[in-house]
Nanobody, 122 residues
Framework: QVQLVESGGGSVQAGGSLRLSCVAS????????MGWFRQAPGKERERVAT???????NYADSVKGRFTISQDNAKTTLYLQMNNLKPEDTAMYYC????????????????WGQGTQVTVSS
């Protein structure tokens, strides 16, 4: 069983940057996907970025070129570097995980953090 805790959210002006962190309670081995989903008020949860052990990161089209997902060597901490933030990035950001390949369907992820709020003003 894996527990996830996010941090690093906050309020910034458009064009600013934030770095989100997610700490996992246990070491995540191969065949495990971790990533970030976000949900804005009145909208469905959407995949922001995911990364699978041994694979390349996948990003939502809206964040490509601005966000970077990475993982530490111990595979216990996940990061999301967010640059050139836009007001439409405002949402609650969730760290997620699942055993197996990555998916853009939030129902496929059985591990979720409590979320960290990101607010971008214009």
């Amino acid at each position: 069983q894996v527990q996830l805790v996010e941090s690093g959210g906050g309020s910034v002006q458009a064009g600013g940057s934030l770095r989100l962190s997610c700490v996992a309670s246990t070491y995540t081995r191969n065949s495990f996907c971790m990533g970030w989903f976000r949900q804005a008020p009145g909208k469905e949860r959407e995949r922001v970025a995911t990364i699978y052990t041994g694979g390349s990161p996948n990003y939502a089209d809206s964040v490509k070129g601005r966000f970077t997902i990475s993982q530490d060597n111990a595979k216990t901490t996940l990061y999301l570097q967010m640059n050139n933030l836009k007001p439409e990035d405002t949402a609650m950001y969730y760290c997620v995980g699942r055993s197996g390949f990555c998916s853009n369907n939030p129902a496929h992820y059985n591990y979720w953090g409590q979320g960290t709020q990101v607010t971008v003003s214009s």
